[in-house]
């Protein structure tokens, strides 16, 4: 992988976001964060002219307040620039009914928020793989 990526973070939880990112800078060197705790915020930054978009990828939550994960991936696909992103979706909802709604909106992946160091650690490697294979 060369040069620097952008992970868009969308968790209302700040100790989840706070991990996750401390999980990934452990295991990648050049990467920066933007962090938003709703998908309405997150959305709003999207929507600005002139925002650089290549080496970007998302980890979305699904369970959030005023807008879930659903909503908001669905609210990303329908915007021009947005249409190719990659979104990997975190989230403690594992049922398949989810799952699959997850996926059919246009994530790319669906991964269980972590429950232990183990797996946690397993996630950051995961996000360090999808980087390297995207380039």
């Known amino acids: 992988m060369t040069g620097q990526h952008t992970i868009y973070l969308v968790d209302d939880d700040d ?7 401390e999980a990934v ?3 990648l060197e050049q990467v920066s964060f933007s962090e938003y705790s709703n998908g309405i915020d997150f959305l709003k930054q ?3 002219p002139g925002l650089d978009l290549d080496s970007v990828l ?9 807008m879930n994960g659903i ?3 669905a609210a990303l ?12 979706v975190l989230s ?9 709604q997850a996926i059919e909106s246009g994530a790319a992946q669906f991964f269980i928020k972590p429950s232990s160091l ?6 950051a490697d995961e996000i360090k793989s999808y980087l390297h294979h995207r380039g």
């Open 46 to 48: 999207l929507e600005q």
């Open 58 to 66: 998302i980890l979305m939550d699904i369970n959030m307040p005023r």
């Open 15 to 21: 100790d989840d976001r706070f991990i996750i990112r």
């Open 77 to 88: 696909r329908s915007l021009p620039n947005c249409q190719g992103l990659p979104i990997l």
């Open 25 to 27: 800078e452990g295991v």
């Open 118 to 123: 183990a797996d946690l650690r397993i996630l």
């Open 92 to 100: 403690t909802a594992a049922s398949p009914e989810v799952i699959k």
């Open 71 to 73: 909503e908001v991936i």
